[in-house]
């Protein structure tokens, strides 16, 4: 197949940041994406329905005149987040998911949870009334292997927590392990994955062999590759429980190429090319639809969109910029480390 058209696919988890960088970054997503839920981890987060609502202007005033892209916003939980602000900004429609980071787990999660039981309050709220909580799954506890931060989460944060409360609906985002995906797969209910771009692309040896490779890291950082190969088999399946987050995290390169580098992939601009890669070669392309277009919608209780993309594979690799250049300074392009020849028309 040369040609592909899909529904208009939609981005389940996205870093646009602000300022400089948002107004750098953001046509990237609205050029093929129609949605896109917005990460909070700003500094200082989005906390409340107001600070969401403000930033939700700020992206909506960054986006090209001839694209239309609506930002799907998250609160950035707290250990006082208060339950009524949540419940008020998504009756409103405001607010779509509320983000949990264990406190110094990523990126700008130092107001993230410490104890979850203070969270309680809150999550029960949201279990009542059908909000989502997105998580950031990996332990943050010195004594445990980055490694094996995320399937040791699952155990002793994830897992209780569903137990307790499961009437919560619960997205374990960015998986990396086949823990996750596995413990999706056993899940019932209320329980869903997002999978990025670049864990299907990329193992560890990305990040390590031949010298360290600052544009290959990001967190939860890329394990091994049986792992990779369990988050394929997942995201190519069509199973419902798994769509695209691409957490494309965009640091300008003096923050990533120096002795403590930021976590953080940028793959906006060539998401919808490295998917097609994918799918084409696990004979799946009949699947991008669901990954990209339907199952994610269907988790958020969203209509798919009605446009279309149609992707066209050419003999020529499609060339994409090593850098995309911002108010805030360059940012590196995810680089799959092979020719890409699909690209949206
Ligand atoms: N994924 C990353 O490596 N970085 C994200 C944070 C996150 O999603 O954990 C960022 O904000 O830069
Ligand atoms: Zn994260
Ligand atoms: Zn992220």
């Excluded at 001839?66 to 949540?86: A, S």
């Excluded at 088999?233 to 190429?257: C, Y």
């Excluded at 149609?310 to 003999?315: D, F, M, Q």
Aim: a negative charge; aromatic letters at 6%.
């Amino acid at each position: 197949m040369q040609e592909l058209v899909i529904r208009r696919p939609d981005d389940w988890h996205l870093h646009l940041r602000d300022g400089g960088m948002l107004r750098g970054v953001i046509a990237d997503t609205s050029r093929h994406f129609a949605r896109a839920i917005i990460m909070p981890n700003l500094v200082p987060p989005v906390v409340t329905t107001a600070d969401a609502a403000a930033y939700r202007e700020r992206i909506q005033a960054a986006v090209p005149a001839e694209d239309r892209f609506e930002p799907l916003m998250t609160l950035y939980l707290t250990e006082g987040t208060d339950p009524d602000d949540v419940e008020a900004g998504y009756r409103r429609g405001l607010v779509k998911a509320v983000k949990l980071y264990p406190a110094g787990a990523t990126t700008n999660s130092n107001s993230g949870v410490r104890d979850i039981e203070k969270a309680m309050p809150v999550l029960e709220r949201m279990a009542e009334i059908g909000v989502p909580l997105c998580v950031h799954g990996e332990v943050t506890t010195a004594d445990v292997d980055i490694f094996d931060r995320e399937a040791v989460f699952i155990e002793t944060v994830l897992d209780p927590l569903r137990r307790r409360l499961p009437e919560l609906r619960i997205t374990m985002e960015h998986v990396t392990t086949k823990d996750g995906i596995d413990y999706i797969r056993s899940s019932k209910a209320n329980l869903a994955g997002s999978i990025t771009t670049h864990h299907l692309i990329i193992n560890r040896n990305a990040i390590l062999v031949g010298g360290i490779k600052p544009h290959y890291y990001c967190l939860p950082v890329a394990k091994r590759e049986t792992h990779r190969l369990a988050l394929r088999a997942a995201a190519t399946s069509g199973d419902v429980r798994f769509f695209l987050g691409t957490d494309s995290a965009p640091h300008v390169d003096p923050l990533k190429e120096c002795a403590c580098g930021c976590a953080g992939i940028y793959t906006s601009i060539n998401t919808m090319s490295c998917l097609a890669h994918v799918f084409e070669e696990e004979g799946a392309l009949d699947r991008l639809e669901a990954f990209a277009s339907l199952n994610g919608p269907a988790w958020y209780g969203l209509p798919v969109n009605e446009e279309t993309i149609t992707l066209r594979k050419s003999e020529e690799p499609v060339r994409y910029p090593a850098k995309v250049e911002t108010e805030a300074g360059p940012v590196t392009v995810f680089d799959p480390m092979f020719p890409l020849h699909w690209a949206v028309v």
